[in-house]
């Protein structure tokens, strides 16, 4: 899923697949990648880089694991799988829980 938005919940792109304007805009990042290293780092320099974003959001190319940090939380929150893989519409439902709660509690 790509460029997701409902009028009740953040605006989710996916990077690289979302176009500059809408990953400059998203509240919710996602990135798929191959290693945990690969996706802490990304996830350091996400919110430099993407001013829109509270959420970030990196996620195994193969679902068996996704790393997700808050803006201004400074902590990386790891979360795996259990039998099926998550695959990005699962991840993206998750999130979208996650957002909506931090956004009630401001």
Known sequence: MHDITDDLGPAIAVEPDSNRARLQSADVLLADHPT????????????DRYPGCSI??????????WLITIRG??????????????????????????????????
């Open 73 to 106: 939380d400074g902590r990386v929150h790891t979360c795996r799988s259990g039998a099926e893989p998550a695959t990005r519409a699962v991840v993206e439902r998750l999130v979208e829980g996650i957002y909506l709660r931090a956004v009630s509690r401001t």
């Open 36 to 47: 945990r290293e690969s996706g802490v780092r990304w996830l350091g320099r996400v919110f």
């Open 56 to 65: 970030a959001v990196a996620r195994h190319e193969d679902g068996r694991w």
